[in-house]
């Protein structure tokens, strides 16, 4: 399972000064939930968020939200409910109990 939290490292001054690689990832997952940060207040991690570009995944995950909420705010982008009122964070941990069934 992957989960993806407002992913940025579009840009290429972000391509040049960081360690991320230029071509689009790809990823390979059974279950990819993508959580994208539109706040309706932008604060200042969402400026760093823009300026590193965000990652525009407009296809491949199964669960692909927007949410009210600012790029630095990882623990809500993982606690809210994104389908049938479960979160990320629930829906990683039943993909865990199963595969350890």
């Known amino acids: 399972m992957l989960v993806t939290l407002d992913p940025v490292g579009e840009g290429t001054l972000v391509w040049l000064g960081s ?13 990819w939930v993508n959580i ?3 706040p309706s207040k932008p604060d200042q991690s969402d400026s ?7 990652w525009q995944v407009l296809c491949g995950p199964d669960i ?3 949410m009210d ?17 479960k ?5 990683m941990f039943e993909s865990i ?4 069934r």
């Open 48 to 54: 760093v968020a823009d300026f590193g570009e965000k």
């Open 97 to 100: 109990r199963e595969s350890n």
């Open 19 to 31: 360690d991320i690689y230029g071509d689009k990832p790809t990823p390979v997952a059974d279950f």
């Open 36 to 38: 994208k940060a539109m």
């Open 87 to 91: 979160s990320a964070s629930d829906l």
């Open 64 to 66: 692909n939200v927007t």
């Open 69 to 85: 909420t600012n790029h630095a705010n990882a623990p809500a982008m993982f606690t809210q409910p994104v389908v049938e009122g």
